[in-house]
């Protein structure tokens, strides 16, 4: 598959320069980025939340794990984890349990962890568990320019 068409298709009309890294299959963050040779800090995942205003994606490093209890506090709102039903859902154009970190692309609010801008560049998954996403530092600032950030893992 390579990358979602939904996502290639944003990163194109926004001018997102990108260049697509593919690695042995794996069906996690953690494990794209050890078959990938990328240090975990710099791979990201996307988890989707879902609250009663709807869905929301976290892109947190791979190494990291969403703090669900500080996003709740922070949005003064309870907030879970979506099903695996939903995720594929909303990420029909996917392999099933590929969470791209580029929710924008869905029209879905996105809120980031600081944490990524600390290395140098990022990866993000492309829609399948065999593609990866590359962005410097400055690249994936401008991606997420209008999405909400914080330090919202540990």
Avoid at 53 to 78: F, H, Q, W
Wanted: glycine share 6%; aromatic share 6%.
């Amino acid at each position: 598959m390579s990358i979602s068409p939904r996502i290639q298709d944003y990163l194109v009309s926004n001018n997102i320069p990108y260049q697509i890294v593919h690695h042995k299959y794996s069906d996690t963050a953690r494990g794209c980025a050890e078959a990938a040779h990328i240090p975990p800090a710099r791979m990201t995942k996307g988890v989707l939340l879902k609250d009663g205003n709807g869905y929301m994606l976290a892109v947190v490093p791979s190494d990291k794990t969403v703090d669900i209890n500080k996003l709740s506090m922070r949005e003064n709102r309870l907030i879970t984890t979506a099903s695996q039903h939903e995720v594929n859902e909303q990420f029909d154009d996917c392999v099933r349990g590929a969470v791209p970190g580029i929710g924008q692309a869905y029209n879905m609010r996105v809120i980031w962890d600081d944490r990524i801008v600390q290395q140098p560049d990022c990866y993000i998954e492309a829609g399948d568990h065999e593609d990866l996403i590359y962005l410097s530092k400055k690249d994936f600032r401008s991606l997420m320019r209008d999405g909400e950030h914080g330090m919202i893992s540990h």
